[in-house]
């Protein structure tokens, strides 16, 4: 049974960091590409960052270039999403997702878990 679990949320001011972990269990963590999605209250979930299971960054949506880093350590079966610079836009439930395959999360089709979101709030 594979499980997803998000940490790292919480309530910080515009220009704050915070770096949101995901632990896998239940599969080889290794194998699978995964990603970051975020969901606004009202808006539709969005993908944020994806990441190969080599560590190569597929993708980053353009509001958050420059600020997020996805990175991954297989070892710990562990994927990570460091954010700088927050802004209040940036204010969501952020999930992580694992993918079918080992390179591309294109879109939401290619995600086959969740975890359960971590959110986090950025007050201006």
């Known amino acids: 049974q594979v499980q997803l679990v998000e940490s790292g949320g919480g309530l910080v001011e515009a220009g704050d960091s915070l770096r949101l972990s995901c632990a896998a269990s239940g599969r080889t963590f290794s194998s699978y590409a995964m990603a970051w999605y975020r969901q606004a209250p009202g808006k539709e979930r969005e993908k944020v960052a994806t990441?190969?299971?080599?560590?190569?960054?597929?993708y980053y949506v353009d509001s958050v270039k420059g600020r997020f880093t996805i990175s991954r350590d297989n070892a710990k079966n562990t994927v990570y999403l460091q954010m700088n610079s927050l802004k209040p836009e940036d204010t969501a439930v952020y999930y992580c997702a694992s993918g079918k395959g080992a390179s591309v999360i294109a879109s939401i089709n290619d995600v086959d878990h969740w975890g359960k979101g971590t959110l986090v709030t950025v007050s201006s």
């Open positions: 990441i190969s299971w080599t560590g190569v960054i597929n």
